[in-house]
């Protein structure tokens, strides 16, 4: 185990953990935007920036994405990281005006209008191509989790200031299932996913929602439940009607209490 000491005070950790695992294990506050644990660490947003001290001097580095290989200090709130953060805050609100959560971290650090950037002018609106463009800061959650789950229906395309999020020329795309995992992971909202009247609205396409047999509770599109169906393999599921999560669970409890004589209750 190594010792780590963070803002003054020590901890252990394991050989290969990264700094920002530590820092929450211990409750120690690092803001992130790009950052899920169910996605390996992208390093884009940098609002993760600590100092660390290993022996040879302080260095600032991504803290989602830095392995820890010895003893060392980290300091997560001094006037250098600080400074750093604003800059970084300022930058994003430029480019995302509308992020309730990007204006959040910009209240908590303080940050303020600088004549050093020209403020993007808010974009109103309902589209979901004018909700990405005011609120999206390219973080790359949504199409990292979309390629995790090997449907690839949304991807960053572009460069420079024209880069965006969108799907393939920009027209409802085919591969999308409807799930809703990107906008799940979105940390700004930039995302728009809406449910009314059993159907789910997401990148421009309208999806049915299939109801549990047993609760009657909408738990996915027609689409999403053919795809689990094929990863998994089967063309339907025990042979009967499409249940949610957790009576599928509840379901699968009883058959196996009843199976080893245990009371159900």
């Known amino acids: 185990m190594l010792k780590i000491k963070i803002n003054g005070k020590t901890y252990e950790a394991e050989k290969g953990e990264?700094?920002?695992?530590?820092?929450?294990?211990?409750?120690?506050?690092?803001?992130?935007?790009?950052?899920?644990?169910?996605?390996?660490?992208?390093?884009?947003?940098?609002?993760?920036?600590?100092?660390?001290?290993?022996?040879?001097?302080?260095?600032?580095?991504?803290?989602?994405?830095?392995?820890l290989g010895r003893d060392c200090e980290v300091l997560t709130e001094s006037e250098k990281i600080k400074g750093i953060r604003k800059t970084i805050l300022l930058m994003l609100k430029t480019m995302a005006p509308e992020g309730d959560r990007l204006a959040s971290l910009c209240q908590i650090y303080g940050?303020?209008?600088?004549?050093?950037?020209?403020?993007?002018?808010?974009?109103?609106?309902?589209?979901?191509?004018?909700?990405?463009?005011?609120?999206?800061?390219?973080?790359?959650?949504?199409?990292?989790?979309?390629?995790?789950?090997?449907?690839?229906?949304?991807?960053?395309?572009?460069?420079?200031?024209?880069?965006?999020?969108?799907?393939?020329?920009?027209?409802?795309?085919?591969?999308?299932?409807?799930?809703?995992?990107?906008?799940?992971?979105?940390?700004?909202?930039?995302?728009?996913?809406?449910?009314?009247?059993?159907?789910?609205?997401?990148?421009?396409?309208?999806?049915?929602?299939?109801?549990?047999?047993?609760?009657?509770?909408a738990f996915a599109t027609e689409e999403e439940y053919a795809w689990a169906l094929k990863k998994a393999a089967v063309s339907e599921i025990d042979g009967e009607a499409p249940l949610c999560d957790t009576c599928r669970k509840k379901r699968s409890a009883d058959v196996f209490a009843a199976a080893f004589g245990e009371r159900v209750g």
């Open 111 to 217: 940050v303020e209008e600088n004549e050093r950037f020209t403020a993007a002018s808010p974009v109103k609106g309902i589209s979901q191509e004018r909700r990405l463009a005011s609120s999206c800061v390219l973080c790359g959650l949504c199409a990292q989790a979309c390629a995790a789950l090997g449907t690839c229906a949304i991807s960053t395309v572009g460069r420079g200031v024209g880069k965006k999020v969108s799907t393939p020329y920009d027209e409802p795309s085919a591969d999308c299932i409807g799930c809703g995992s990107c906008a799940a992971v979105c940390p700004t909202k930039a995302i728009e996913c809406t449910e009314a009247k059993g159907q789910r609205f997401i990148w421009s396409r309208k999806f049915t929602l299939l109801r549990c047999a047993i609760c009657g509770k």
């Open 18 to 67: 990264y700094v920002l695992e530590v820092c929450r294990r211990n409750q120690v506050l690092v803001p992130t935007l790009c950052h899920h644990d169910g996605i390996p660490g992208l390093a884009v947003c940098r609002l993760c920036v600590v100092e660390v001290n290993e022996g040879s001097g302080n260095k600032v580095v991504a803290s989602c994405v830095y392995p």
